[in-house]
């Protein structure tokens, strides 16, 4: 598996309170995603990272910011949790290695309920 | 607006059978075609992948075919096994450097 780790693994929390999850490579990829997987909805990406301190918005990015000051680390933060955004969430990289550029390594998850 | 479209949502199939998944794509820009594989509890790996100057792909028994035309393609398992029993996503992008639009995934269950 790529170097991927994610945390917290799993984390209950409630309306209105800030929550920041934590993705953390040692594979020195360019590229990381935040995506969020729900049941009939598949893989939806939330933000990317195209470099440090380079972010864009996915399709389901309202009520989610990120950052990446180091290359190694992208934060996903939930600034006032609700429920909807309870879900599985997961962190992706690409670009390095003897992989194609267009092959993403995931994480394995961070399980997220929001009461 | 959903740029892959995959079908079926669900699917079950005895073992030994040749489960078959479809995704149809919208762009013609896409040039990079993938297979991811997930199962419970784990992310999605990558399974197989294929780009469009190709009409197939085989690797061990899974089986991407891709008809340019059409603007679909779809995932074969042959021999299908018990373990083969996954989630699995269509994906498609454009370019070295894009983003993956991922399909909305088919849960596969193969019976023993």
């Known amino acids: 598996d790529a170097g991927i780790t994610q945390s917290p693994r799993h984390k209950v929390t409630e309306t209105g309170t800030p929550v920041t999850l934590r993705c953390h490579q040692t594979e020195n990829h360019r590229y990381m995603y935040w995506y969020r997987q729900d049941p009939g909805h598949g893989l939806r990406l939330i933000h990317y990272?195209?470099?440090?301190?380079?972010?864009d918005k996915g399709e389901v990015s309202d009520g989610y910011s990120v950052s990446r000051s180091k290359t190694e680390d992208f934060l996903l933060t939930l600034e006032s949790a609700t429920s909807s955004q309870t879900s599985v969430y997961f962190c992706?990289?690409?670009?390095?290695?003897?992989?194609?550029?267009?092959?993403?390594?995931f994480g394995p998850g961070t399980r997220l309920t929001v009461l | 607006q959903q740029q892959v479209k995959q079908s079926p949502q669900s699917l079950i199939v005895q073992k030994g059978g040749i489960p078959i998944i479809n995704c149809a794509y919208e762009n013609t820009a896409f040039d990079y075609f993938p297979w991811y594989q997930q199962f419970p509890g784990k992310g999605p790996a990558l399974l197989i992948a294929i780009r469009p100057d190709v009409s197939e792909k085989k690797e061990g028994r899974f089986t991407i075919s891709f008809n340019k035309s059409a603007k679909q393609f779809s995932l074969h398992i042959m021999d299908s096994q018990p373990g083969d029993s996954a989630t699995y996503f269509c994906a498609a992008s454009k370019g070295r450097d894009d983003k993956i639009i991922f399909g909305k995934g088919t849960r596969l269950h193969i019976l023993p």
């Open positions: 990272s195209y470099g440090v301190k380079d972010t």
């Open positions: 992706a990289i690409s670009g390095g290695g003897s992989g194609s550029y267009n092959e993403q390594f």
